[in-house]
Nanobody
Framework: QLQASGGGLVQAGGSLRLSCAAS????????MGWFRRAPGKEREFVAS????????TYAESVKGRFTISRDTAKTTVYLQMNSLKPEDTAVYYC???????????????????WGQGTQLTVSS
């Protein structure tokens, strides 16, 4: 139901955009989030956007470098990643969750649906 794509190998300082396409059900009223899991580490929050698309939240480690957005039909969520660093290397997961609040959730417990993940590798 959530398909993440766009990962790959990029040099440090480069840019990449991840996409998360929804299918099979409607997520227009859901917060959408991106999480990542680096080798040997626990999954961590990256960014989220609320159902209306007018509020976003970012992890401190990506603030100012990553931008989350969703298209007007709200079927696809994007994560534009700039100034990439080797420490951004991870499997990136998109997720959807319904909170009923204005601000999007940043905890993984706030998300009910998860995509399969896409690998990003940043070389130094």
């Amino acid at each position: 139901q959530l398909q993440a794509s766009g990962g790959g190998l990029v040099q440090a300082g480069g840019s990449l955009r991840l996409s998360c396409a929804a299918s099979g059900r409607t997520f227009t009223n859901y917060d959408m989030g991106w999480f990542r899991r680096a080798p040997g580490k626990e999954r961590e929050f990256v960014a989220s956007i609320n159902r209306s698309g007018d509020m976003t939240t970012y992890a401190e480690s990506v603030k100012g470098r990553f931008t989350i957005s969703r298209d007007t039909a709200k079927t696809t969520v994007y994560l534009q990643m700039n100034s990439l660093k080797p420490e951004d290397t991870a499997v990136y997961y998109c997720a959807a969750g319904y909170s009923g609040r204005d601000a999007p959730a940043s905890a993984s417990s706030g998300y009910n649906y998860w995509g399969q993940g896409t690998q990003l590798t940043v070389s130094s």
